[in-house]
């Protein structure tokens, strides 16, 4: 079971746009379209913000998007805001038995 | 609203059995539609999927904790919990409880801080 890469870190000015990768392989991310993103604040309790590749929650702003191709996904933050900056983790479904992976994380900071 | 909460010991003693409860609250635990985990953080570092169970019991484990942890639900206190085996300095960490739901984890508790330690 191996764990998802991320760049350690991400910036953009107020308004600009940021875009993450999450880079697995066949097993995970390129087998299901099962990638979701995470946004957590210091010392807070990660927030589902992408699942299911593409799809938002109720009430997560429709600034953030999801995609993929082959073994790589992406998160984009659209029209950067100073709340956005916090760190960031993909996750993929990876197999039968209900495996989970997660990725090394992104920290993104609004400039 | 559904909410978690996880309780349990704040330090475990090297060698020792770490135990958590997470209770739920706000919806039932006894659903078809939802698995029920564990994920944990180090201190400074990324997120580690432990496991997950569904309301009959039926369970699954990251196969790199999977010789060390056991998951049990208590359908009739809206609970499930987490047992860590022979832990070590390594287990220190966050231990979050989550829902599982469209392959990912919509909902979570706040985090409980267990530090292994003599």
């Known amino acids: 079971q191996s764990v998802l890469t991320q760049p350690p870190s991400a910036s953009g000015s107020p308004g600009q746009s940021v875009t993450i990768s999450c880079t697995g392989t066949?097993?995970?991310?390129?087998?299901?379209?099962?990638v979701s993103w995470y946004q957590q604040y210091p010392g807070k309790a990660p927030r589902l913000m992408i699942y299911?590749?593409?799809k938002r929650p109720s009430g997560v702003p429709d600034r953030f998007s999801g995609s993929k191709s082959g073994n790589t996904a992406s998160l984009t933050v659209s029209g950067l805001q100073a709340e956005d900056e916090a760190d960031y983790y993909c996750s993929s479904y990876a197999g039968s038995n209900n495996l989970r992976v997660f990725g090394t994380g992104t920290k993104v900071t609004v400039l | 609203q559904l909410q978690l909460q996880e309780s349990g010991p704040g330090l475990v003693k090297p060698s020792e059995t770490l135990s958590l409860t997470c209770s739920v609250s706000g919806g039932s635990i006894r659903s078809n539609n939802y698995y029920w985990g564990w994920i944990r953080q180090p201190p400074g570092k990324g997120l580690e999927w432990i496991g997950c169970?569904?309301?009959?019991?039926?369970?699954h484990y990251s196969p790199s904790l999977k010789s060390r942890a056991t998951i049990s639900i208590d359908t009739s206190k809206n609970q499930f919990s987490l047992k860590l085996y022979s832990v070590n300095a390594a287990d220190t960490a966050v231990y979050y409880c989550?829902?599982?739901?469209?392959?990912?984890?919509?909902?979570w508790g706040q985090g409980t801080l267990v530090t292994v330690s003599s």
């Open positions: 066949s097993d995970d991310i390129g087998g299901y379209n099962a």
């Open positions: 299911e590749v593409t």
């Open positions: 989550a829902r599982h739901w469209a392959r990912a984890h919509d909902y």
């Open positions: 169970i569904f309301f009959t019991g039926n369970t």
